[in-house]
């Protein structure tokens, strides 16, 4: 149980095209998901924090025009790189808490080139 | 704020030998502690968490961590190492909810045959 997935797990789009990243938790509801993004060899990095029915909190640092975040249900959400560079290129994994606990996505691959 | 740092960036065992990875971290409040483990290109797989009682905790593939709250410290041990257990592994402190999760930097396992 708790499962959560992420498709694409990898994608490549061209610099200034926008991509969109899906996060679902399979076998649970979570009112709430989070965006983390992790550079080659570093840690994760929390982007944002995601409720359903709700705008996401976005962290310090992190703009929120250019990573758009939507939670339209209870097992799904979004993010959307809106024109992006290759500074964007990064390893972007969602996570869905239930029962306190956090539950990881396998993580998506974006190479902007 | 809380944070974790992970002293060792790259620790190398040999197959079958004892390993410690060790972990510091500073809350205020009471610490929710996990470890998790991701193999390349890979999401993040829990392997044991800390919340209160026994402050030696017994996770799966062989794993257990030691809370000591008189050293801000949170290690993980296993008794003997497998090749199967090279990966990255990082160490998080979270509050009761789990909604702000911070990673440590991560210790890059390689082990020797």
């Known amino acids: 149980g708790a499962v959560v997935s992420q498709h694409p797990s990898w994608v490549i789009c061209k610099s200034g095209t926008s991509v969109k990243i899906e996060c679902r938790s399979l076998d649970f509801q979570a009112t709430t998901m989070f965006w983390y993004r992790q550079f080659p060899k570093q840690s994760l990095m929390l982007m944002a924090t995601s409720n359903e029915g709700s705008k996401a909190t976005y962290e310090q640092g992190v703009e929120k025009d250019k990573f758009l975040i939507n939670h339209a249900s209870l097992t799904l959400s979004t993010l959307t790189v809106t024109s992006a560079h290759p500074e964007d290129s990064s390893f972007y994994i969602c996570s869905a808490s239930a029962a306190g606990e956090q539950y990881f996505g396998p993580g998506t691959r974006l190479t902007v080139t | 704020a809380q944070s974790v740092t992970q002293p060792d960036i790259h620790i190398t065992v040999s197959e079958g030998a004892s390993l410690e990875l060790r972990c510091n971290y500073s809350y205020g409040a009471t610490p929710y502690l996990f470890w998790y483990v991701q193999s390349p290109g890979q999401g993040l797989q829990l392997l044991l968490k800390y919340f209160s009682g026994d402050t030696l905790v017994q996770g799966i593939k062989g794993f257990e961590a030691e809370f000591k709250r008189s050293q801000s410290s949170f290690n993980l041990r296993k008794p003997s190492v497998h090749w199967s257990d090279a990966a990255e592994y990082f160490c998080?402190?979270?509050?009761?909810?789990?909604?702000?999760?911070?990673f440590g930097a991560g210790t890059r396992l390689t082990v020797k045959p």
């Open positions: 998080a402190v979270g509050s009761y909810n789990n909604n702000d999760m911070r």
